[in-house]
């Protein structure tokens, strides 16, 4: 028996403004023979960040259970001496953390979280891997636990700019998370940092990638691609779809369906300790 009535994978974007094409999400309930469906906005407008917050409380009046899995980092790499650099004050939680990203970008609307990245003097810019600031304390192998277990590894978070950058758009997600934690709302639990067995929405940390992997494809869009991806999922046909955001989110949404039925998913990444404050990729067992 799954614990969850109904699963939504959003592809997620950390682009500057209200909306942005590369949200797309995907929606597919737990007793479903037919295969996930892109979800749309009634006045056909692009999803934005404001928007999904909102989506995320709304969900958590219902009485139904959704498992809700986000492309983003949910944190950064986490050593002992502490994840900032070192002649800056350290945050010792990952709520901290969600606090500072915000104090650092709250001039920015719609949750943007250029600060982050672009201002020198913010507390991230000593280990953004970017080529215009490049330089010998730039760090280009910190990725936390989670991504080392991966083959190959996914771009760190501090890759923050240029081709698959993941920095902006995992910022931006921070600033949500530290709204939704503001809240204080028990109905809205993040994944590995809070109990989920009382919450009517669970926000799960997803990789598209690894679930193409594990079905043994290549990530693209092309139709025969994301059939046979389905298919190894247990999920239905495709949706028509156009970009490779829409088939990452069709693709996640039916991994997060199969995939939680595997209790070890959910109880094992929280025992590793580290997972406590950088987070964890469901879907990843540790080696």
């Known amino acids: 028996m799954n614990r969850f009535d109904r699963f939504l994978a959003i592809d997620w974007s950390g682009a500057m403004g209200e909306r942005q094409r590369g949200i797309q999400i995907a929606y597919l309930d737990s007793q479903s023979d037919t295969g996930p469906v892109l979800l749309r906005l009634p006045d056909a407008k692009n999803w934005g960040r404001v928007v999904i917050k ?4 709304k969900l958590a009046r219902a009485d139904q259970r959704t498992l809700v899995g986000m492309d983003f980092c949910f944190s950064v790499p986490w050593p002992d001496e502490g994840p900032l650099p070192e002649n800056r004050q ?3 939680s990952v709520e901290e953390l969600w606090a500072l990203v915000e104090s650092i970008c709250s001039g920015d ?14 507390d991230f810019a000593p280990y953004i891997l970017c080529d215009r600031y490049r330089g010998p304390e730039f760090r280009f192998d910190r990725f936390r636990e989670t991504e080392r277990q991966l083959s190959p590894k996914p771009a760190s978070i501090y890759h923050c700019m240029g081709a698959k950058q993941v920095g ?3 910022f931006a997600g921070m600033r949500m998370f530290h709204t939704l934690r503001s809240v204080n709302d028990p109905r809205i639990a ?4 809070d109990p989920i067995d009382n919450a009517n929405v669970v926000l799960c940390e997803i990789y598209p990638s690894l679930f193409y992997q594990m079905a043994g494809m290549k990530r693209a869009y092309d139709r025969a691609t994301i059939a046979n991806t389905l298919a190894y999922f247990h999920s239905g046909s495709p949706p028509e779809m156009s970009i490779q955001d829409e088939a990452d989110a069709v693709i996640s949404a039916a991994a997060l369906r199969a995939l939680s039925y595997n209790p070890d998913l959910f109880s094992y990444p929280p025992k590793v300790p580290v997972a406590h404050k950088e987070g964890w990729i469901f879907g990843v067992l540790p080696s």
């Not at 609307?109 to 913010?122: C, D, F, V, W």
């Not at 993040?190 to 940092?193: D, T, Y």
């Open 168 to 170: 902006p758009g995992s």
């Open 190 to 193: 993040i994944w590995p940092f």
């Open 54 to 57: 909102n989506l995320l409380s």
């Open 109 to 122: 609307a719609h949750y943007y979280a250029g600060p982050a990245i672009r201002n020198l003097s913010s």
């Open 90 to 92: 350290q945050v010792e």
